[in-house]
C-alpha cells in the first residue's frame, strides 16, 4: 500500500509479554501490581492499563497493551507513520513558539523602577500578520493532504480474491463473528491467519452494528473503523505476527462501553485451520449434562443464545456452540473459568453491571446444572 509498502518495512518487532498463567480475578483491566512494577523496571509497560490488559490465557504470547507505536499489521504501520510525522510537526510548533514565549517573559519582565509606565505601544505589523496566518495554513495544509493519501491507500488498497472474510457485528457490549466463508458463528474472539512479508493473507472485515454506533479498534493491527446500525464499514487487517491482539470498543456505547472488549488470535495458517476445523466439528452431546441441558432448553436461555445443531436458535446474545473455545467471557470482562462462569449464571451484573443478559433468579442448584451444561460446550 502506497507510502508504506514501497519503503523497506520497518516494522518494530518486539518481544510480547508471555501472559502469566496466575489467574487475576475478576476482570481484564485488574492488574497485579508486582507485575505491572516488573514490567516497568524492564521498560515494558509505559502506563497502568489503559483499555486492555494481558491476562490468564494460557502459553500464546499476548500483545500486551494497546499501542499504536508498535504496529505489527501493515494498515497500523501507515497510521504509525503519519502519527509521527504528526508529533514532529507539533514538537516542531511547540518548541518555537515556547522559546518565544520564554525568551520574551525574560527579556521583558517587569524590572524595578517599572512601576505605572507603559512600555511602547506598537500597532500590528503586516509582515508577522501575513507570517503566522500563512504558516499554520500551510503545515494544516500538508498534514491533510499526507493524511487523505494514507487514508485512501488503506482503503483502496487491493486484497487478494482469497482473503479471509469475516463479518463482525457490534452489540451492547459484545462482538458478534461471523465466517460465512465457513459456516463458522462466535463471539469476541476473533481468529485470523498470520501474514508473512512474502506471503500475504489479509483478512477483510465487514463491519455492522445491531443496536449503536460502536467503533472496531485492534491497535497494533488497524486504525480505527465505526460499526454503524444500518450501514456495513470494510477494513482489513494483515497482521505479522503471531499472538492475541487486544482492542476494545473505541465508541461510548453506553453502561458497558468500557467491558467491550476484544481479542484478536492470529495463528499460523496451520492452526487457523485446525481452528476453523474444531468449530466446525459437530457437536457431541455429553449425556453426563442432560439436566442442566434440559433446564437450559426449558428456561429463557434459548431465546438469546444459539448453539449449533440444537434448538436455541437466539441472536441477542452471543453463540455459545464452542463457549469453552474462548478466553474470557462477557466480552472479555472475566477469563473463563468455571467459577466466573458460575457467578456469570447467578448474576451477569455482578461482572457487568447493565448488561442486557438479565439474572435468571436461578436457585445454587439451578446453577450448577446449567453450569456443568455450559462446560461441554467445547
Ligand atoms: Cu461498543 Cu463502545
Redesign the pocket.
Known sequence: MGAARRRKPKILRREGIRAARATFPLTQNHVNPARISKLKRLGLVVAGGTGSWAFGADSAQVHSIANIFKPLSAPAEAVYEISLLALLVCAGIFLVVGSLLAYAVVKFRSRPGDEGTEPPQIYGSNQLEMAWTAIPILIVFVLVLVTARTTADVQNHPLPEDSLKVRVV?H??WWEIHYPDHGVITANELHIPVSSRDQRRPTALRLESADVI??FWVPQLAGKTDLIPNRANDMWVEPYQTGTFLGN?A???GTQ?AK?LLRVVVETPEEFARWIASQKAPVVQDSSAQAGRDLFFNTSCVNCHRISGTAAEGVFGPDLTRLMSRSTLAAGAASNTPENLRLWVQNPHTIKPGCLMPDMQLNPAEVEKIVAYLLTLK
Do not use: K
Request: aromatic share 18%.
Open positions: 457490534g451492547q457490549w460502536h467503533s470498543c465508541e461510548y456505547c462501553h467491550m
